[in-house]
């Protein structure tokens, strides 16, 4: 059975090795696969596969998804098994050529480095890879040995799961970018959080596959006119699609606050032209043009790494457009070079100088060098090749539907509302700015993606003319407190006048100016108003109308209430964690940072001082613990809880403001009947936030009420903090 996979194995390393090796080098190919069978025998790795098979899949990714030679591939069969060849080095090198040999010397002395045993980081670990190893493609095996551990990192026993995916997250995921392989650098970081945020993972990935038809249906929507003019124009080309990857899906939801449905770029589509070298980069443009004549363009959305290709070799155009039913896409323009040089690296170039093989490798394998000699920080020069900034006097922002608003620049969310129609600026409370809530003074950046959240009870106020910029929004502020002016002076009127024939006191001209002169006022509009609005008493106009002393009128102060603060006390639990065996006699606490509650995807890690601290997987600070220190990770999961126990946890809720909603969430707490231990909140420009503290028995519970919450008329979002 184990030899037939191993043939299966060998038929598709050849396979994916046909365009970059000879037939003539099959032979070589076969006699270290022999040697490899002969040295693994029966031995198996971390994964639970035999080793011979781990050996057949790293040559192949090496071969198939880098696009390396035979050097490379035959390194990979022997990588693990070098040391058990039973041949010299001299006879190895008889065989494969001296390079064979001072790669698997290399390798062996990088793989002596217990990585999990130390406290690397990132930048540390990659120069402690380049001062082992003189050849480039040591790295590269290392990199793909680690990529296949990770595609089956489910047959790893569980202990072992969450520190190797810290580990290829801050390491070997960053050494993957840094190289320019963006599929395995992305594969990796997806393979990663799969482990360390399993329930953020499956999320993303349920809603992904639930919406899959019509993402679909808009990816056909959006291609068709784009194919058809492309075909007119004469160009050869190839339009694909990607879904985003999980972790830059998850990446953007944290950052803006967002729910999966608010990231507005979820896909890309990538226009792929067969061109001639001499032609690619004016086709490249010309396609870009077809892109933009057809779909609105965010001009804060364009890189140009045609014109400057990233240090690592990636050239391609990146525009973001306004797709069909107001939806935004990436649109990825490149040529098949730039393209092939995207998947497989810099390795790619060769194909194109004709070369097969190896041949002429040694200027890649010394640009590769260069690339991670060289500083991080030399990547920013090239980010922005178009900067938004060239246009210093205006900001070009988006309406949810994708139409362009041309604003002027410190434009607020309250500029962009009255620019869109006066109803809709005089009903403004706050808007979301790329998915993110934000209060009406918030001031726009070029691209930026507004939606208006808008309440009935809303209207213009008198300090909105201190923050608007644009004149439109000027003149219809003012025009609107011009006419709820009159409106109240109306009102204001008849309640005078209601009041003076109470009091027998006829009405008239010389009435109202004997009291505008006494107040100090130009009209008897402002009059009238005043008395609407309460700041005149009707009271203190009697007293002057009978010429009795008057009073000065007095407006007490509305005194905010202060934001209840209450510190959280820490509870020693017991009884429902079981944690990993290696670990005796060491009490456990829940960690502050991350409140884990019962039911949540945990870990602990063993302090200096404090015992064992039980994080939750997503926990802000975990990534750190398992990058810097694996090998104080223990596993820890939870069994029974008592009934009587329970956890704390934070939720955040904002909203709109509206009478009573303080009230409703504290009825949907009761009738869950779990206690609050803090509920502190802020009204501000119309907009609710508020911090809730509750004890609860599990994170079921806890979810329960977040959804309840929700429900809620005007919340427009309650999600639970890590603090």
């Known amino acids: 059975m184990e030899s037939k996979r191993v043939y299966s194995g060998y038929r598709a390393l050849l396979q994916a090795a046909r365009n970059s090796v000879t037939p003539g080098d099959f032979k070589k190919i076969r006699r270290a696969l022999d040697l490899a069978s002969k040295a693994c025998g029966d031995k198996i790795i971390l994964t639970g596969e035999p080793q011979v098979l781990h050996a057949l899949s790293v040559a192949r990714i090496i071969a198939g998804e880098m696009g390396l030679g035979l050097t490379s591939i035959i390194t990979a069969l022997l990588h693990d098994s070098f040391g058990s060849l039973g041949l010299t080095p001299a006879e190895l090198e008889k065989e494969f050529g001296k390079k064979v040999v001072e790669i698997l010397n290399g390798f062996s002395r990088i793989s002596s480095i217990d990585s999990m045993q130390s406290s690397y980081q990132a930048e540390n670990f990659r120069k402690l890879l380049l001062s082992l190893a003189d050849d480039v493609r040591v790295i590269l095996i290392k990199l793909v040995e680690r990529l296949e551990y990770m595609r089956n990192l489910d047959d790893a026993p569980e202990k072992e799961r969450l520190p190797l995916a810290s580990e290829t997250y801050f390491l070997y995921a960053p050494l993957a970018h840094r190289l320019g392989y963006y599929n395995i ?23 992904l596959k639930q919406t899959t038809a019509s993402r679909n249906r808009l990816i056909r929507e959006f291609s068709a006119p784009l194919n058809e003019i492309l075909v007119k124009q004469g160009f050869k080309f190839t339009i694909k699609s990607r879904t985003k990857s999980i972790h830059s899906i998850m990446l953007k939801m944290k950052k803006q606050g967002v729910e999966l449905e608010e990231v507005y770029d979820l896909f890309a589509v990538r226009i792929i032209i067969d061109s001639d070298a001499e032609n690619e980069k004016s086709d490249c443009w010309k396609a870009y043009s077809v892109v933009t004549d057809l779909y609105q363009p965010n001009p804060s959305r364009l890189r140009d790494w045609i014109s400057v290709p990233k240090s690592n070799g990636y050239e391609s155009l990146h525009t973001t457009v306004v797709g069909p039913r107001g939806k ?382 929700h429900s809620i008329k005007g919340i427009l979002k309650a999600a639970r903090q890590h603090s």
Not at 193 to 207: D, M, V
């Open 328 to 709: 935004w896409v990436e649109v990825q323009i490149r040529s098949e070079r730039m393209d092939e040089i995207a998947e497989k690296g810099l390795a790619a170039h060769f194909k194109y100088k004709g070369i097969k093989g190896e041949g002429g490798l040694d200027t890649w394998l010394t640009k590769m060098r260069e690339i991670l000699e060289s500083s991080e920080k030399e990547d920013a020069a090239f980010l922005d090749q178009v900067r938004s900034g060239l246009y210093t006097d205006e900001v070009f922002v988006f309406t949810p539907k994708g139409d362009l608003r041309q604003l002027p620049a410190g434009s607020t969310v309250l500029d962009f509302a009255f620019d869109i129609h006066t109803a809709v600026g005089a009903s403004c409370v706050g808007g979301k700015v790329n998915g993110k809530n934000v209060t009406i003074k918030h001031v726009l950046q070029n691209g930026d993606h507004v939606d208006i959240i808008r309440s009935k009870s809303q209207k213009p106020k008198q300090d909105w003319l201190s923050f608007v910029v644009t004149n439109k929004a000027k003149t219809k502020i003012k025009q609107a407190l011009n006419e709820e002016k009159t409106r109240a002076a109306a009102e204001g009127k008849e309640i005078l006048m209601r009041r003076l024939k109470n009091w027998k006191i006829p009405y008239g001209d010389a009435i109202v100016q004997k009291l505008i002169t006494f107040y100090n006022l130009k009209t008897a509009q402002d009059l009238y108003f005043l008395i609407t609005t309460g700041k005149i008493e009707l009271l203190d106009i009697k007293e002057v109308l009978q010429k009795e002393d008057a009073g000065e009128p007095v407006v007490s102060p509305v005194l905010a209430s202060e934001k209840e603060t209450k510190d959280l006390l820490e509870t020693q639990y017991t009884d429902f964690l079981v944690i990993d065996d290696r670990v005796e006699g060491l009490d456990y606490k829940l960690a502050k940072c991350c409140n884990p509650v019962f039911g949540d995807s945990v870990f602990g890690f063993v302090t200096i001082s404090e015992g064992i601290k039980i994080h939750r997987t997503s926990c802000p600070n975990a990534h750190y613990m398992m990058a810097r220190y694996p090998y104080r990770v223990v596993v820890a999961r939870w069994t029974k809880t008592k009934s009587s126990t329970s956890f704390i946890a934070t939720v955040k809720i904002t909203g709109l403001e509206d009478i009573g909603i303080v009230n409703k969430i504290a009825d949907i707490i009761s009738g869950y009947n779990v206690n609050i231990r803090s509920f502190s909140y802020n009204i501000n420009e119309g907009m609710f936030e508020g911090i809730l503290n509750i004890m609860v028995p599990n994170n079921d519970v806890l979810y329960g009420i977040i959804k309840k919450i």
């Open 185 to 207: 650098k992305s594969e990796m970081e997806d393979l990663a959080i799969k482990y360390l945020e399993p329930e953020q993972y499956k999320h993303i990935e349920s809603r």
